[in-house]
């Protein structure tokens, strides 16, 4: 079996990340304009408003609580060593896995049942669907059956993935883990290096730089205040934002 | 003073003819695509009428434009906080049923299908779906009034019109209408522009087109809720905003818009407008009955030297302060007076303007005696029985504006913010240079009547032939001033529109436009 999790948790999150990086990199570079959210909410109307809302936040916060587990296991073991505190986070992670669940069975359903979505609905759509859908049961699972997470996610797994970030990967713990965690771990290296190839690139160019912008967008195509200005070159009057 | 230069437009409601040629003409160069079929960045609706989408001008419902909050403003359903809160699901968005599914008809069945005894039909099928529809609604579903009373009865422009007065305006004898052409206004202060999220939508500083850059856009619709005019539009198919680009290969290359261009009726004027950036929020801030008055003062006088120097300091050419000396908006909205913004108070600063109609206006079905409608027929005229006329005697000067057949507070809605007086002046100037005509043409008004309705007006004589040549002779190099695009300052103004070799397609180096993943 040696070599088998050798390949699932040495050679597959080095691959996966290698993809994500390098392919998310280059359909950008090749091929920006498909980076969207293609949203079908024009199509169908308030229905996705629910399952729609439920999948976003409950995924994007459970996203940065895995996150912040992995990056810093220290700070959440000494924040769960308060028992309240680690069963209200386990309750509330719990419910925004429902929540996600629900949402996503929610969007599935919803996408099968108008037709008017089957035109904007590809294979890959349904594939990542269904991985999402398998990653979140796999993830509920391990919630109910293997409780306390926030222990032994810092204690074991956080190692083994900083261990990956160092070069130096030590699978013992994680080999050791039962089959249902192994195969939520796996699942997000496969999820992590579809990425650039489904519509989940729409995370990558989020628009948080929208709270510091200005409002109001003017460009120009030259330097309006050097343009008529008889000594500059034409070169210096080539604007930035081309 | 931050001078800068618009390209910016006045359509003359008067002389529409409701053709769709306009419509037609942008639709066959920018929008006959998959994903596109439903958009009209030309529209041209019925009035009264619920428009397009339906019940575009009711932002109790699409929250678009911008709301004054205590002194400042804010979007009503965008922004930075809602905007961001709602990415997942706007709620205030449009959908394809508020607009129309467009749809197409299976004509090969008239002539493929095996001989039989019925008829062969072609029957509709969906753009989107490609099975056969139920056909709910389509585009100007509501065209001259027609349709059924769940559109003229419903347009918002109504609603501070009593009972009585809409009901007047539906009698059957009484019913009037009149056409209102839209595109995007490049507005100063556009509400799409401030509500996207990624930054894609801008406006060019040269000539004030306001455009959504195709590889930016992200699909997160704000600028479809934003807009109050509801003039950006979402390509389900391509997962991209789109909106009028004003044509803008067209303009950098010497021609007018192609709705323009084709206009039947030569009901559109576009030029420059200089104008003083500094004073585009104040402005959009003030309270709702100094809008208009205040967006009017942003307008320079481009024969105003110290206005020229400004200009000449922020760049602007020699030949855009020519095109802006001679531009027939310039003259429509400030010289003139004739020409006012729709729904200022959305709060975007719109730089179309509208000549406001007075046909429907100023006619009026009077109840009048026999003898006295006798006495004004010659003996071989029609007498009626009943003893109702429709009236288009000037009698009185200005009367007959008040009396209109159109209640003007329905105008007032539309093209001044609710202020009758304001609106009151451009239709009492427009009256006066009909009676001025009617003099010199036919005759049978005193000279001392037409030179005392100039006066009213505020106009002189040579003013009312510069408006009538303007409004009725203009010749295509008149109506159109457009300024030189100067590309010897910027080859890249045209870098992306598929002029370089190996590109293809309008605005993209890959291949033809794909759905993204
Ligand atoms: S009319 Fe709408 S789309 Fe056009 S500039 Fe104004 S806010 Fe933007
Ligand atoms: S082409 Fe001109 S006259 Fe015809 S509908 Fe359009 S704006 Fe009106």
Redesign the interface.
């Known amino acids: 079996m040696s070599w088998l999790n050798n390949f699932l948790f040495v050679a597959l999150p080095y691959v996966a990340v290698v993809i994500f990086c390098v392919g998310a990199v280059y359909r950008y570079r090749?091929?920006?304009?498909?980076?969207?959210?293609?949203?079908?909410?024009?199509?169908?109307?308030?229905g996705?408003?629910l399952f729609?809302?439920l999948?976003?936040?409950g995924i994007l916060i459970l996203f940065i609580g895995h996150l912040v587990t992995f990056l810093f296991p220290a700070m959440t073991l000494a924040w769960h060593s308060d028992p309240v505190r680690l069963i209200i986070d386990e309750i509330v992670a719990l419910a925004l896995g429902l929540g996600v669940l629900i949402g996503l069975a929610g969007l599935l359903v919803r996408r099968i049942s108008h037709?008017?979505l089957?035109?904007?609905t590809?294979r890959?759509d349904l594939m990542i669907e269904l991985l999402l859908l398998a990653q979140i049961v796999l993830g509920l699972w391990t919630a109910l059956g293997y409780r306390w997470g926030y222990y032994w996610f810092a204690a074991d797994l956080s190692p083994y993935l900083w261990s990956v970030v160092k070069l130096n990967p030590q699978i013992e713990a994680v080999s050791a883990m039962p089959v249902v965690i192994q195969a939520h771990v796996v699942g997000a290296f496969i999820i992590l290096g579809m990425i650039p190839?489904?519509?989940l690139?729409?995370f990558l160019?989020a628009?948080f730089?929208?709270?510091w912008?200005r409002?109001?967008?003017?460009?120009?195509?030259?330097?309006?205040?050097?343009?008529?200005d008889p000594g500059a070159g034409?070169t210096e009057?080539?604007p930035g934002n081309? | 003073m931050d001078i800068r230069s618009q390209v910016s437009m006045v359509f003359h409601l008067d002389k529409c003819l409701g053709c769709h040629t306009c419509s037609v003409a942008c639709k066959n160069i920018w929008t006959d695509r998959k994903g596109a079929e439903y958009m009209w960045w030309n529209n041209v609706e019925t009035k009264p009428g619920t428009g397009y989408p339906t019940k575009w001008e009711d932002q109790g419902i699409y929250k678009g434009g911008w709301e004054k909050v205590g002194g400042a403003i804010s979007l009503k359903g965008a922004g930075k906080q809602k905007g961001l809160l709602n990415i997942f699901h706007n709620p205030n968005m449009p959908v394809i049923d508020d607009y129309y599914e467009p749809y197409t008809y299976q004509y090969l069945d008239l002539i493929e299908s095996p001989a039989g005894d019925d008829q062969p039909t072609a029957r509709p099928v969906s753009l989107i779906t490609g099975k056969p529809i139920d056909i709910k609604m389509g585009p100007n579903w509501d065209d001259d009034l027609g349709g059924s009373p769940d559109f003229a009865r419903n347009d918002p422009n109504l609603k501070d019109l009593s009972p009585a007065e809409q009901e007047a305006m539906f009698q059957l004898e009484r019913m009037a209408f009149f056409y209102l052409p839209r595109i995007c206004n490049h507005c100063l202060n556009p509400a799409c522009v401030a509500s996207c999220p990624s930054g894609a939508i801008y406006k060019r500083g040269e000539d004030g087109v306001v455009l959504i850059n195709q590889n930016v856009c992200r699909a997160w619709r704000m600028c479809v809720t934003a807009c109050p005019y509801k003039k950006t539009f979402y390509n389900w198919h391509a997962g991209k905003s789109e909106k009028c680009i004003l044509c803008y290969p067209r303009i950098e290359s010497g021609q007018a818009p192609a709705c323009m261009h084709s206009c039947v009726g030569r009901i559109r004027y576009l030029g420059v407008v200089l104008y003083d950036a500094d004073r585009i929020h104040e402005t959009a801030s003030v309270a709702e009955q100094d809008l208009i008055d205040h967006h009017m003062s942003m307008l320079m006088d481009p024969f105003d030297p110290a206005v020229i120097a400004a200009a000449k300091a922020n760049g602007i050419a020699d030949s855009t302060l020519h095109a802006a000396q001679s531009s027939p908006v310039y003259k429509f909205v400030k010289e003139w007076g004739l020409a006012l913004p729709l729904h200022a108070e959305f709060r975007t600063l719109p730089m179309l303007f509208y000549v406001p109609p007075l046909l429907p206006v100023m006619a009026a079905v009077k109840e009048v005696s026999h003898r006295e409608q006798e006495g004004k027929l010659s003996s071989v005229a029609k007498t009626w029985d009943d003893s109702w006329l429709y009236d288009t005697s000037t009698e009185e000067l200005w009367g007959a504006i008040d009396q209109a057949r159109f209640p003007l507070k329905y105008l007032a809605n539309m093209l001044s913010a609710g202020d009758e007086a304001r609106i009151k002046d451009p239709l009492k100037k427009l009256m006066a240079i009909r009676i001025y005509r009617r003099w010199k043409t036919v005759g049978d008004i005193s000279q001392q009547k037409a030179l005392d309705a100039l006066g009213d007006a505020g106009y002189t004589p040579e003013m009312a032939d510069a408006i009538y040549y303007l409004t009725s002779l203009a010749k295509f190099d008149d109506r159109f001033v457009i300024p030189a695009a100067h590309r010897e300052h910027a080859i890249e103004m045209l870098e992306y529109t598929g002029d370089n070799r190996g590109n293809a397609g309008f605005g993209f180096k890959a291949g033809t436009m794909q759905r993204g993943m």
């Open positions: 090749a091929s920006g304009f498909q980076y969207s959210s293609l949203s079908s909410q024009f199509l169908e109307g308030r996705s408003y729609s809302m999948f976003h936040w037709p008017r089957w035109v904007v590809s890959m190839f489904t519509r690139v729409h160019v628009p730089h929208y709270l912008r409002q109001q967008l003017v460009m120009w195509y030259w330097d309006r205040k050097r343009v008529r034409w009057t080539r081309n």
